[in-house]
């Protein structure tokens, strides 16, 4: 299964863009400019991006840290990480690694700041828990893991919707994920605070280790 996912993100990574700027309602960005802007660190800090895809936030992330900082952004797909190789190549600190984000090849407490966007829903089985695990390992001891999702509709119709989709997608453990959220990621850090996007219908979870 999950060589056949990999397989489809290689060949998804040809039209990924493109898709995403066609159905996109956040055209400016803004949604993925407010997550960076929300990041404790400034210049100088060292920032993971898990399942970056097409490195979509890794030159807002490079802008955040500065010449002195290193991003790393890390997925499981050598078709995205191609496309995201091309995007950054000018860039001398920002660095690619192909890795499963339940386990990530990086040393204890070396990121000041982990984010996730619009992916961690989407992981699969013990993934999720891997995945959270993983992070606050490789979180300094005053890190923060920032997620940005979709917040769910408060329309009791388009949040029916909203929940087909992430069944039709293979999504049903995220279903679960969602409904206790707050108290999951409790679990591994101190803090959750929830704060929502201005665009994009979204959200951000900022935790703090």
């Known amino acids: 299964m999950r060589r056949a996912r990999r397989v489809y993100y290689d060949w998804f990574s040809r039209f990924y863009d493109g898709f995403v700027a066609l159905h996109s309602r956040d055209k400016q960005g803004l949604a993925r400019k407010f997550l960076v802007d929300?990041?404790?660190?400034?210049?100088?800090g060292v920032v993971l991006d898990l399942c970056t895809g097409t490195a979509t936030l890794l030159p807002l992330l490079q802008a955040k840290v500065g010449p002195?900082?290193?991003?790393v952004g890390v997925d499981f797909s050598h078709g995205m990480l191609k496309v995201a190789q091309q995007k950054t190549r000018s860039f001398a600190n920002i660095y690619l690694v192909e890795a499963d984000v339940g386990s990530l090849p990086f040393a204890t407490g070396i990121f000041d700041a982990v984010i996730c966007s619009h992916a961690f829903y989407e992981l699969k089985g013990d993934t999720q828990n891997r995945a959270l695990?993983?992070?606050?390992?490789?979180?300094k001891p005053k890190g923060a893991f920032l997620m940005m999702e979709h917040d769910v509709p408060p329309n009791p119709f388009v949040r029916a919707l909203f929940y087909l989709r992430l069944a039709f997608i293979g999504a049903g453990r995220a279903?679960?994920?969602l409904r206790r959220e707050q108290e999951v990621l409790e679990r591994y850090f101190a803090s959750?605070?929830?704060v929502v996007a201005p665009a994009g219908r979204s959200k951000?979870?900022?935790c703090g280790k």
Request: glycine share 8%; proline share 4%; charged share 25%.
């Open 192 to 194: 959750v605070e929830k």
């Open 38 to 44: 929300r990041l404790p660190t400034q210049n100088g």
């Open 68 to 71: 002195e900082g290193q991003v």
């Open 175 to 177: 279903i679960n994920f």
């Open 204 to 206: 951000v979870m900022i």
């Open 133 to 139: 695990e993983e992070i606050v390992r490789v979180l």
